[in-house]
């Protein structure tokens, strides 16, 4: 996987084992693995108590430290030939915002003192890599008392300028929501809520950060809109109003990401939008969203206040030819929007190679 640059392992009874490079899924040269050999393959690096959870709910979640090679996030399972797990290899080194070429606005994301930071995208997209370049950032740069709540843990932070206290569910806490309780009891200044799965978990990840800690999470929403209805959503339609007048007020940024595949086969590169908290976000937050009312709307005017959305920024790496113009279409959000704005743009021409006669 490290020598491949592979994100992630399948390894699936009856099935030869799959590399994913670059988001594509790749085939490896190797017998199927049948599901006895399968089955002590993984076994081989559980704990007992690993293994007996396995037997109980037939999926495990875990992390794997490998010494020489790296940490690996595991999730084995079930499927109808018999057992399966997916390895998502997590880097060793964490970097920084600047260190990752995130948008600089994140920075400022990140230094309040309370409220709610996002993190959005789907399954791949780089969301545990920003939200741990977000608490390195922290660490590095300010004196404050981190608390993450992880599933499993994944990135490693040590402490520098800042305490970090790790706590895994399942082998530290219960759950999400028992951990996240018992953190207001611990006098954090920061926050870090693996995933937002449930209501009671978003809830208390909304009270916390109308107390005075600043919370970071993630969500699997594609873009800032849907990210703000979908919490809402989670949520009793009487009690929908009240969530959406608490997240106006909270909720600092959102920073969705795409990975796109870059032109020269080189690997990802990513494409982020940022949500900024304005009083015309808040508004929009608070009252939903209507006929030239809509978040997306206040991100395209909003870049004075930090703020940029998908499309605008696929553009650039279009104009720039990091990506090619029909894979920009793929991952835009308004395709039809995007090809009208680029009416103007033609692509360089690479002189095709000069065949013998």
Same mark, same amino acid.
């Given at each position: 996987?490290?020598?491949?640059?592979?994100?992630?392992?399948?390894?699936?009874?009856?099935?030869?084992?799959?590399?994913?490079? +670059?988001?594509?899924?790749?085939?490896?040269?190797?017998?199927?693995?049948?599901? *006895?050999?399968?089955?002590?393959?993984?076994?081989?690096?559980?704990?007992?108590?690993?293994?007996?959870?396995?037997?109980?709910? &037939? *999926?495990?979640? &875990?992390?794997?430290?490998?010494?020489?090679?790296?940490?690996?996030?595991?999730?084995?399972?079930?499927?109808?030939?018999?057992? %399966?797990?997916?390895?998502? #290899?997590?880097?060793?080194? /964490?970097?920084?915002?600047?260190?990752?070429?995130?948008?600089?606005?994140? =920075?400022?994301? @990140?230094?309040?003192?309370?409220?709610?930071?996002?993190?959005?995208?789907?399954?791949?997209?780089?969301?545990?890599?920003?939200? %741990?370049?977000?608490?390195?950032?922290?660490?590095?740069?300010?004196? %404050?008392?981190?608390?993450? /709540?992880? *599933?499993?843990?994944?990135?490693?932070?040590?402490?520098?300028?800042?305490?970090?206290?790790?706590?895994?569910?399942?082998?530290?806490?219960?759950?999400?929501?028992?951990? #996240?309780?018992? %953190?207001?009891?611990?006098?954090? =200044?920061? @926050?870090?809520?693996?995933?937002?799965?449930?209501?009671?978990? /978003?809830?208390?990840?909304?009270?916390?950060?109308?107390?005075?800690?600043?919370?970071?999470?993630?969500?699997?929403? @594609? *873009?800032?809109?849907?990210?703000?209805?979908?919490?809402?959503?989670?949520?009793? #339609?009487?009690?929908?109003?009240?969530?959406?007048?608490?997240?106006?007020?909270?909720?600092?940024?959102?920073?969705?990401?795409?990975?796109?595949?870059?032109?020269?086969?080189?690997?990802?590169? !990513? !494409?982020?939008? /940022?949500?900024?908290?304005?009083?015309?976000?808040?508004?929009?937050?608070?009252?939903?969203?209507?006929?030239?009312?809509?978040?997306?709307?206040?991100?395209?005017?909003?870049?004075?206040?930090?703020?940029? +959305?998908?499309?605008?920024?696929?553009?650039?790496?279009?104009?720039?030819?990091?990506?090619?113009?029909?894979?920009?279409?793929?991952?835009?959000?308004?395709?039809?929007?995007?090809?009208?704005?680029?009416?103007?743009?033609?692509?360089?021409?690479?002189?095709?190679?000069?065949?013998?006669?």
């Amino acid at each position: 996987m490290k020598q491949q640059g592979a994100s992630d392992l399948h390894v699936a009874s009856n099935s030869s084992p799959y590399m994913r490079i +670059h988001g594509e899924m790749v085939k490896l040269n190797y017998r199927d693995v049948s599901p *006895d050999t399968c089955r002590s393959l993984i076994f081989e690096i559980l704990t007992e108590s690993q293994k007996q959870s396995f037997e109980d709910n &037939l *999926d495990l979640d &875990l992390s794997y430290p490998l010494p020489g090679v790296g940490r690996f996030r595991v999730n084995v399972f079930m499927q109808r030939h018999g057992m %399966a797990a997916v390895f998502r #290899l997590i880097p060793e080194e /964490i970097k920084t915002i600047k260190e990752l070429d995130l948008p600089e606005q994140l =920075d400022t994301l @990140i230094d309040v003192s309370e409220g709610l930071v996002l993190v959005t995208g789907p399954t791949g997209s780089g969301k545990s890599t920003t939200l %741990a370049s977000l608490i390195h950032t922290i660490n590095v740069e300010q004196q %404050a008392h981190i608390i993450t /709540i992880e *599933d499993p843990i994944e990135f490693v932070h040590e402490n520098q300028r800042s305490l970090i206290n790790q706590r895994e569910v399942a082998s530290h806490t219960r759950s999400f929501s028992n951990a #996240l309780r018992a %953190a207001l009891r611990e006098d954090p =200044d920061i @926050i870090l809520v693996g995933e937002m799965r449930d209501l009671e978990t /978003i809830a208390l990840a909304i009270t916390a950060a109308e107390t005075g800690h600043l919370v970071l999470s993630t969500l699997h929403t @594609i *873009d800032a809109s849907k990210t703000v209805e979908r919490i809402a959503g989670v949520f009793p #339609l009487a009690e929908q109003q009240v969530i959406r007048n608490r997240l106006a007020k909270s909720v600092r940024g959102i920073v969705s990401q795409r990975l796109i595949p870059r032109k020269n086969g080189s690997g990802r590169v !990513a !494409a982020i939008e /940022i949500l900024r908290s304005t009083l015309r976000t808040r508004e929009y937050v608070e009252k939903g969203e209507g006929e030239g009312k809509t978040l997306l709307d206040a991100m395209r005017v909003g870049g004075t206040e930090g703020m940029q +959305h998908f499309d605008g920024e696929i553009e650039k790496l279009i104009r720039d030819e990091t990506i090619d113009f029909e894979t920009g279409m793929a991952y835009a959000t308004n395709a039809g929007n995007l090809r009208l704005e680029l009416a103007d743009f033609t692509p360089s021409v690479i002189p095709s190679k000069t065949l013998p006669e």
